[in-house]
């Protein structure tokens, strides 16, 4: 909230600045009106523009939430399909591989023999994602299973979301939502540098800038007058970035 502070503060103070007329006129381009109005909806426009980026990255952080949360019963569902269209074994025991991996309940010390991927690089993720359960490993593997699936001869199902075009399309929303998070993710970061570097940093800042000005009004009209009194219930914090 103390950024919310300083920019309030600072409304006010080129609310009182306004009111002095033509007995305001600095010398410094900054300290006047024009530079201090500008740079005040900057930073307004900074807040809101940081306000609407977390939002945005909480509204995908709740739906991938969801998306992933609906796996485990995806994939049950999916076994049970198997059972039921009596496929091999080996091609059971594969793919309750992968089901373990998406689902972290892999038994400990368990050896069994990683699925051979079509390049080193994707069988090495499989045997790394024993110990991982992230929302990329995740994705990662149940792209897997559903390539598996698609090659599993009398796989039968009547549920349209169990259909192997359904599942990869599945696997295609899962990934996609980790990129718009990061995406998402990347942008609120950029709007808080951005925002920060309008309230903190140098010299045009918004926190050196309200010091500056203070300082000016004390010097024009005397640090004991009634101007400078209407300073003092103006306090303008800097936070500690980098």
């Not at 050896?111 to 994707?122: I, K």
């Not at 009209?221 to 103006?234: N, T």
Request: aromatic share 6%; charged share 25%; net charge positive.
């Amino acid at each position: 909230m103390s950024h919310v502070k300083n920019a309030d503060a600072y409304s006010r103070l080129v609310g009182i600045c306004t009111g002095y007329g033509g007995t305001y006129n600095p010398g410094r381009q900054t300290l006047q009106l024009k530079a201090m109005r500008a740079l005040l909806e900057a930073v307004q426009s900074s807040l809101r523009d940081v306000s609407q980026k977390r939002n945005a990255l909480s509204g995908i952080t709740n739906e991938r939430i969801r998306a992933y949360k609906n796996l485990d019963l995806l994939i049950g569902r999916i076994i049970g399909t198997l059972k039921a269209s009596q496929v091999d074994d080996d091609t059971l025991a594969n793919v309750r591989y992968y089901t373990r991996l998406i689902t972290g309940r892999m038994k400990a010390g368990s050896n069994r023999p990683a699925v051979t991927g079509e390049d080193n690089d994707a069988e090495s993720l499989i045997k790394r994602a024993l110990t991982q359960q992230s929302y990329v490993a995740k994705a990662f593997n149940f792209m897997r299973l559903a390539q598996l699936i698609e090659k599993v001869p009398g796989y039968a199902t009547a549920a349209a979301d169990l259909q192997p075009s359904a599942l990869m399309k599945e696997a295609d929303r899962l990934m996609a939502l980790n990129e718009a998070w990061s995406k998402a993710k990347v942008a609120l970061a950029n709007a808080r540098i951005h925002r920060d570097t309008l309230l903190y940093k140098g010299v045009d800042s918004l926190h050196s800038n309200a010091l500056a000005v203070k300082s000016y009004l004390r010097v024009e009209f005397g640090s004991q007058s009634q101007q400078a009194a209407q300073l003092s219930e103006l306090s303008f914090t800097k936070r500690k970035i980098r």
